[in-house]
């Protein structure tokens, strides 16, 4: 009895991410990658995940079962666009870019006359080379959720469907990384102000007295805004300190407009944390 032939998967494009990434899936689908264009680092990585090289676009896409695209964000579209005029027509069209919803979908519209099915991604984690270190998070329907999930079955990379809805997905990883790569551009700024202050080891040795994991404690934000009163004129003085340092101020400006709004809770702080969410939100072009 014969085996059912391995599904292709076609991977655009193999940086560190992507070659880990296509690496997960060699033990269930035969992955291919486009050396066209591409460095000899690329290459490099390429080879060493056990991924087969395509001879051009029209050739990879030819009879592949699932393109993933990852790739930097701001030529998501372009790599979309290049695959549908290859000729992809037929499978599945994963996007793992890190993309506001409305981009996701205006991709998904690209492929709205072929019976291309497309399934919104967003990777939290580092490169996977080891279980239980990153998340590919699916939106779209549960057939085709399934179908990508496959492709990683006993693999070090957990997948998770979240949501029938195409842009879950990149709401998802858009939130994340407001959090995840916004606090690392905080604190780089922290410490650029404490050194050019001659504090920065007592900086150091006060962050490391920091525990709690403010973002899994959304309910801890209505005590925030009691004290967002004295906050934004905190962030006002840190403002000021910044530009005196020559050092960029508009994350700590951004930070003093949030404390405005919720001064409004100064004696009242709201029971539901979804009241502070509806408090920051405004009205397109204000």
Not at 28 to 36: D, G, N, S
Not at 134 to 152: I, K, M
Not at 240 to 249: G, S, T
Request: glycine share 8%.
């Amino acid at each position: 009895m014969s085996c059912p032939a391995r599904p292709v998967v076609a991977l655009l494009h193999p940086g560190a991410m992507g070659a880990a990434v296509g690496r997960q899936a060699t033990g269930r689908a035969r992955v291919r990658w486009l050396p066209e264009g591409r460095s000899a680092a690329t290459a490099s990585r390429a080879s060493a995940a056990g991924l087969r090289p395509a001879p051009d676009m029209t050739a990879l896409v030819h009879d592949a079962d699932v393109v993933i695209s990852l790739c930097p964000p701001q030529v998501a579209d372009r790599i979309a666009a290049a695959v549908l005029a290859a000729g992809f027509r037929h499978g599945l069209f994963l996007d793992a870019n890190a993309l506001t919803p409305e981009r996701m979908a205006a991709i998904g519209d690209l492929f709205a006359d072929t019976t291309v099915r497309v399934v919104d991604g967003a990777i939290i984690g580092p490169p996977p080379t080891g279980p239980g270190t990153t998340r590919l998070y699916l939106a779209g329907t549960p057939e085709d959720t399934t179908a990508v999930a496959d492709l990683f079955t006993g693999s070090d990379l957990d997948v998770l469907p979240i949501s029938d809805q195409i842009g879950a997905a990149s709401a998802l990883k858009t939130a994340q990384a407001v959090f995840q790569k916004a606090s690392r551009a905080l604190a780089g700024l922290a410490h650029a102000l404490a050194e050019h202050y001659g504090v920065g080891d007592v900086l150091t040795a006060e962050g490391q007295r920091y525990h709690r994991p403010i973002l899994a404690e959304p309910d801890y934000l209505p005590s925030v805004a009691a004290r967002a009163w004295r906050w934004s004129p905190e962030m006002a003085e840190a403002a000021a300190a910044l530009r005196a340092a020559c050092l960029p101020d508009t994350m700590i400006r951004g930070a003093e407009e949030i404390f405005d709004a919720w001064t409004t809770y100064r004696d009242s702080p709201p029971g539901e944390v979804d009241t502070l969410f509806t408090h920051l939100r405004r009205e397109p072009g204000r």
